[in-house]
């Protein structure tokens, strides 16, 4: 079967880029150490940046040495420390951990992939196991390791970035939008959990984000039926700036009374 880039979908709202620019808060992150997974590319490396340009730690993590090397030539002048390795893996988020050197001040699991819009009878095992991987499993383990170092400390902000396919089942395939559920549950029962220990649990749910990762569709069942959806329903794509600036919120003090929230980043898109 042919596969029917998404991009098509979006093609006619794609001129519509928002003019909004990025205007940094100095000193918002000074003193604090923040890790951020995806930070690579995409919402990952424009979270990164923004944390690190307003005085934060930046431990950046991404499967990609490669991009991560370009990131930190790009901006010799901030404090990015890049740990490159595949972030399910308990070697990598152990290294994660200890180049945070005993100080984790916030959290944001930005990593993830996309599945081919696949209903459920499309999935294959190998499709499925990796999303969840990686969507899910990668978060469970680097927040696991973290949180204890968060309680010692009193203090602590985990921001995990879910998707529009976590609030509706009309926005990817079956296994994004399980895992993505699966984001915004963590994200609920850790605040509940934690909250009164002083940690924040949040997630953003982004919609439409000109990003890297490739959405294509895999299923001929899936573009017939959520095509026609997308057309009509999806404001026009955010940067990934403009998400980063939902996450920095929310990773910063600035978010101070928000806990357990599933803020929708998305134009609009979750209110239709």
């Known amino acids: ?15 519509n880029e928002a003019s909004w620019q990025e205007v940094t808060t100095n000193g918002r992150f000074a003193g604090k150490t923040v890790i951020v997974t995806g930070a690579g590319s995409g919402i990952g490396q424009a979270t990164a940046l923004r944390v690190a340009k307003e005085g934060g730690r930046v ?18 002048g901030l404090d990015l ?23 984790v001040d916030a959290l944001a699991n930005v990593a993830g992939i996309m599945d081919k819009f696949a209903p459920i009878h499309d999935v294959d ?7 969840l991987r990686i969507n899910v499993t990668a978060l469970m383990r680097l927040t696991r390791a973290v949180v ?20 509706r089942g009309s926005a990817a395939g079956a296994a994004y939008t399980a895992s993505k559920h699966a984001v915004v549950g963590l994200t609920k029962n850790s605040a509940v959990m934690y909250g009164p220990k002083g940690l924040r649990f949040n997630a953003v749910a982004p919609g439409a984000t000109i990003t890297n990762i490739v959405a294509d569709w895999g ?3 899936a573009a017939e039926r959520l095509g026609p959806l997308m057309q009509v329903t999806i404001p026009a794509p955010a940067t ?19 806990n357990g929230a599933i803020l929708a980043s998305d134009g609009g898109w979750s209110a239709l």
């Open 125 to 131: 095992d190998e499709t499925w196991d990796r999303v």
């Open 219 to 221: 299923s001929q069942l």
């Open 81 to 103: 420390v890049p740990v490159a390795g595949d972030i399910s893996t308990e070697e990598t988020v152990a290294a994660v951990v200890t180049a945070a050197g005993g100080r």
């Open 240 to 258: 990934a700036a403009q998400l980063a600036a939902s996450i920095t919120f929310l990773l910063s003090d600035d978010g101070t009374n928000v």
């Open 1 to 15: 079967m042919d596969h029917i880039t998404l991009s098509n979908v979006w093609k006619d709202i794609m001129g």
């Open 59 to 76: 431990i950046a993590a991404d499967i990609s040495k490669e991009r991560l090397d370009a990131l930190v030539e790009k901006n010799a």
């Open 148 to 167: 204890p170092l968060m309680l010692d400390a009193g203090v602590g902000s985990v921001v995990n970035v879910a998707s529009e396919a976590g609030l």
